[in-house]
């Protein structure tokens, strides 16, 4: 069964920094996309930043220039770096990814369980 599992989030104050980690596990032949999400109450999940197998990445407007993508393909890990936070930074972070589970398969989309960021004084 895959798996994917957020860390790294927390409380930090305006203007700090964050490393959120999502790991996949489970039999994984390879994986496509690797993106980031954020959610609010009562909104829906917005798009924060993405990044393919190829190695390109795109982000959403209103993190860029303060978030980071990255990524460690040989450890089935993505990284989100985020810089001079702001309290409307505050959400659940949602990691997303493709995967497929061997080879010859359909990339399925698979959604771990959120990890909360929380950005006050």
């Known amino acids: 069964q895959i798996q994917l599992v957020e860390s790294g989030g927390g409380l930090v104050q305006p203007g700090g920094s964050l490393r959120l980690s999502c790991v996949a596990s489970?039999?994984?032949?390879?994986?496509?996309?690797m993106d980031w999400y954020r959610q609010t109450p009562g909104n829906q999940r917005a798009f924060v930043a993405g990044?393919?197998?190829?190695?390109?990445?795109r982000y959403g407007d209103s993190v860029k220039g303060r978030f980071t993508i990255s990524r460690d393909n040989a450890k089935n890990t993505v990284y989100l770096q985020m810089n001079n936070l702001k309290p409307e930074d505050s959400a659940v972070y949602y990691c997303?990814?493709?995967?497929?589970?061997?080879?010859?398969?359909?990339?399925?989309?698979?959604w771990g369980q959120g990890t909360q960021v929380t950005v006050s004084s």
């Open positions: 990044s393919n197998s190829g190695g390109g990445t």
């Open positions: 489970g039999e994984i032949f390879s994986i496509d996309g």
């Open positions: 997303n990814a493709q995967i497929a589970y061997y080879s010859g398969s359909y990339y399925n989309d698979y």
